[in-house]
């Protein structure tokens, strides 16, 4: 697909990620498998990529830790998830970049993920950096930790 450089990325409520956090992330699982512990917490933010007004791209920020650097201030990005036809259009970049620009204004040092092994090259082309060695999540598969700092 051509990139789209107009993805229109906004907030959304949790509810909002859960169907296609459920069908990407989860699937043949029911929709409660995609409701995450803090998905509404006032502190946690998700974000949309929309195509005209269809939800195409999700991710959600946590205020969390990252285990490898405890004390420090840092936002968890959660539930990233782009639906599989609208795969390299620009949406999931577009929404990874609002991500971290949101981290920024937030004054947050730094962005981390679980990242799932496959979406590892998708997060290096964008300048995150892998922290450790591969790990399992139980019921989801192969993941690596995954870092970035905020400009």
Partial sequence: MEHDSCAAVRPINAAATWPLRQ??????????AAQFPGDDLPTTK?????????????????IAEMPEHPGVSALQLRGMATA??????????????????FAAASGKPLIWCNARTSAVE?????????????????????????????A
């Fill in 122 to 150: 998708f997060y290096r082309k964008l300048g995150w950096e892998i922290l450790g060695a591969e790990f399992d999540v139980p019921d989801v598969g192969p993941h690596f930790h995954m870092w970035r700092r905020v």
């Fill in 23 to 32: 069908s990407v992330l989860r699937p043949g699982r029911p929709l409660t």
């Fill in 84 to 101: 599989p036809a609208m795969r390299g259009a620009g949406f999931g970049r577009a929404l990874v970049a609002a991500c971290v620009a």
């Fill in 46 to 62: 998700h974000f949309g990529a929309f195509h005209g007004n269809k939800l195409v791209s999700i991710a959600s920020l946590f």
